[in-house]
């Protein structure tokens, strides 16, 4: 296994945010239930990007984009199903850390859907704590944002 950082213009990068807004259309009952959150994960403003590779095959990815001067948002944590279960996902955010703090950020946030539950465990695990809704998410009642200093 291999991880390469990119952008997002990463043809690898996405085809995995395609699967990944698959996966959580099906989660949620279809893409309608799941528009008002649309608008905030196009890829335009991410520019840091982690892909994970299984030989040559794309099978996971993680970024970030800049929220403010100290934080930056992780954006499209994902991993194909048959490769969850074996620490990627906590792999990929242990560098999305690194790769947060060499960039000079001081917090990650993020944003995760109630129904989330796997996810929300991974961010609990490895330090994430749950905050009051940010930004767009204020008012929105199945947002779980987090928070962890670096």
Known sequence: MRFEYTNSVSQDFILLC????????????????RSQYAQYNYLDDIKDV????????????????????????????????????????????ELIEVYAKEKGFQALILETGRPMTTAIH?????GFETIPNYGQYKDMADSICMKKVL
């Open 18 to 33: 395609q699967e990944l807004d698959e996966s959580l259309n099906e989660q949620v009952g279809g893409e309608k239930n």
């Open 50 to 93: 982690i892909v994970a590779y299984d030989n040559d095959l794309p099978i996971a990815c993680a970024s970030f984009k800049r929220y403010n001067e100290e934080c930056a948002e992780v954006k499209r944590v994902y991993v194909r199903d048959e490769y969850r279960g074996k620490g990627i996902s906590k792999k990929l955010m």
């Open 122 to 126: 991974l961010y609990q695990g490895i």
